[in-house]
C-alpha cells in the first residue's frame, strides 16, 4: 500500500510504505526517518538529494495501476465524465474491463460502477487494481455483454469491445431513460456499425462522436513550442442517449 509520495526539486515521484527504507538512484531515507516527517516537509538523502513528501492523491496512485490491455488514456476519460455529467449518485455499467483503467478512475468518482469482462487474467488484473486503489464500488463481474447486462437503471454504460454493436440492444434495456452510453473504438468502421445499430433503435438518440488530441509543450526559457513526440491517435468516443422507454 503506497502510503507516502517523495518528489524531487526537478518533479522525480518516488513512493514508499510504512516500516521500509526507500531506496532510490540518488540514494536512500531511512523508514523512520520517512515516518517521522510532516506532510510538506523536505528530506536529504544519504547522498545529500533533496525530497519532498507529500500525501498520495488518487492519481498517485493511479499512475501504479498494473496493465495488460491498452487502457483509456486520461484525456480521453476527461471527456467521458464530462459529457455524461457523471457524479456521486451515478450507477455506471463498464465493459470490457481490461486492465481496470477506466473503471477503477468511474468508481472514484461514481456511486456504483460494475465492469465486465470476459477474460479470467484480465479480471485477475483489475482485482489487484481494486485493492491498490481501495474501490469498495467496484464489482467485476466474468461475462458477455453481448448475452447479457444484468444491472437496470444504469445512468452510464461505457463500452471498450472489439464489436460494441452487439451490445447495444442489451445496454439500452439496462439503461434508466436520460443514461448516456459511450462507446470507444480505435477504428472508423467500429464507429459506423456501432452508430448503424444505434439508429435502429426509436428509443436511443445519437448525439455525437469526437476524437481528442492532447499537445504538450516544452517551456524552457525561450524554447517554448509543442514537443517533438506526442501521442497520436487513441481512440474515436461516440456518445448516445436514451430519450424514451
Ligand atoms: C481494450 S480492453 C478494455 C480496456 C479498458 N477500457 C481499460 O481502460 O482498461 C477490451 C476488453 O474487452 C474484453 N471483452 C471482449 N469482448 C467482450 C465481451 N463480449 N464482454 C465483455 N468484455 C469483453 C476483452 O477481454 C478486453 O479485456
Not at 522525480?12 to 523512520?32: A, C, I, N, P, V
Not at 472489439?162 to 434495456?173: G, H, I, Q
Not at 431513460?177 to 452508430?195: A, K, N, R, T
Amino acid at each position: 500500500m503506497v502510503k507516502y509520495v517523495f518528489y524531487t526539486e526537478k518533479g522525480k515521484r518516488f513512493y514508499s510504505k510504512d516500516g521500509k527504507d526507500m531506496h532510490t538512484q540518488y540514494g536512500y531515507l531511512t523508514s523512520e526517518d520517512i515516518k517521522k516527517a510532516k506532510f510538506g516537509q523536505t528530506l536529504e538523502t544519504n547522498t545529500g538529494k533533496k525530497m519532498s513528501k507529500i500525501k498520495p492523491s488518487f492519481m498517485d496512485v493511479y499512475t501504479r495501476i498494473k496493465r495488460g490491455a491498452q487502457i483509456i488514456p486520461l484525456k480521453d476519460i476527461g471527456v467521458i465524465l464530462t459529457e455524461t455529467g457523471i457524479n456521486n449518485k451515478s450507477k455506471i455499467v463498464d465493459a470490457g474491463a481490461g486492465s481496470g483503467g477506466l473503471a477503477c478512475f468511474l468508481a472514484n468518482i461514481a456511486k456504483q460502477v460494475t465492469t465486465y469482462d470476459i477474460r479470467e487474467d484480465f479480471i485477475k488484473i483489475v482485482e489487484k487494481n481494486k485493492k491498490l486503489l481501495n474501490l469498495k464500488n467496484l464489482r467485476i463481474k466474468k461475462g458477455s455483454v453481448y448475452e447479457k447486462i444484468d444491472e437496470k437503471n444504469i445512468d452510464l454504460i461505457t463500452l471498450d469491445l472489439p464489436e460494441p454493436w452487439k451490445a447495444v440492444e442489451n445496454a439500452s434495456k439496462s439503461l434508466e431513460v436520460g443514461g448516456y452510453i459511450m462507446s470507444y473504438s480505435p477504428c472508423i468502421p467500429q464507429v459506423m456499425d456501432f452508430v448503424e445499430e444505434v439508429n435502429k433503435h426509436n428509443e436511443l438518440l445519437f448525439i455525437k462522436t469526437i476524437e481528442i488530441i492532447e499537445r504538450k509543450w516544452d517551456i524552457n526559457k525561450r524554447k517554448v513550442r509543442p514537443k517533438t513526440q506526442t501521442i497520436g491517435h487513441s481512440g474515436f468516443m461516440t456518445f448516445v442517449r436514451k430519450i424514451k422507454n
